[in-house]
């Protein structure tokens, strides 16, 4: 297995292929500017109204651009992995590293490498930001559940993109893995919850936004909601790298 572990050339081949892919480098911009931005003006606009203007839960309302932000981040994920089945590229990148699980555990580690990093500073960006326009209503960093939701939010945004990359990797299409996650936790996933109860919360999205709340609620905490979350993208990633083993280039 060794033999089979992302060295530094592979690394730094396929952080070349994201950088040199606009529309894929643009993703990891979206998830800053569409998470950090919607807050600031979600909460300039209605943040000092009343109390409880964006929602009941304070905690959670800070992180209101995640919603926007999660999409921006499987789009991310999903494009640095479709572009390997676009025009032999696949091919090509299998020629420079003949052993796929090498190649395909470089992408992944790369993928999230980035999503995290991007991931860490937005949920910091988005905390302040967002909070610089409550008013008389903002948390601080330091109240209760604050430095859980910065650090969770930026796994969160990570983990979706890594759940969108291993999906990508499954179907080998971009578009198709984004015209189905996108739907679902945006609309689906409201639908089910309001239809199944408690078995909701199992829900990829669902499970990993609990990080952000500062209540607990049901019987997954925060950090066991991302787990949950961690679980779905691990088991996409894993999918993934079956999938690349086995068929054809």
Known sequence: ?????????????????????????????????????IQALTAAAIGQ??????????????????????????????????????????????????????????????????????????GWATFVAGQAFMGPYALELGDPGTYRAVVGSGLYLALMALFAAGLTAVLRS??????????????????????????AQFLPDRA????????QEGSLGPWTGLGVMALWAGAAVLAGWAAVRRRDA
């Open 1 to 37: 297995m060794r033999a089979a572990l992302p060295t530094v050339p592979t690394l730094h081949s396929e952080w070349i292929k994201i950088r040199s892919l606009r529309g894929t480098l643009g993703g990891l911009i979206a998830v800053f500017a569409a998470t950090a931005g």
């Open 49 to 122: 109204a009343e109390e409880g203007s964006m929602g009941s839960d304070p905690l959670f309302a800070a992180y209101y651009g995640v919603s926007f932000g999660q999409i921006a981040a499987m789009v991310f994920g999903a494009g640095a992995v479709s572009s390997e089945f676009h025009n032999g590229a696949l091919r090509t990148s299998l020629a420079a590293v003949p052993n796929r699980t090498r190649f395909y555990l470089s992408k992944i580690a790369t993928v999230g490498v980035l999503a995290l990093l991007t991931g860490q500073v937005t």
């Open 174 to 199: 971009g578009t198709v893995v984004l015209s189905l996650l996108i739907p679902f936790v945006l609309m689906v996933s409201f639908v089910i919850g309001e239809a199944s109860g408690g078995a």
């Open 208 to 215: 990993g936004q609990l990080v952000l709340h500062s209540q």
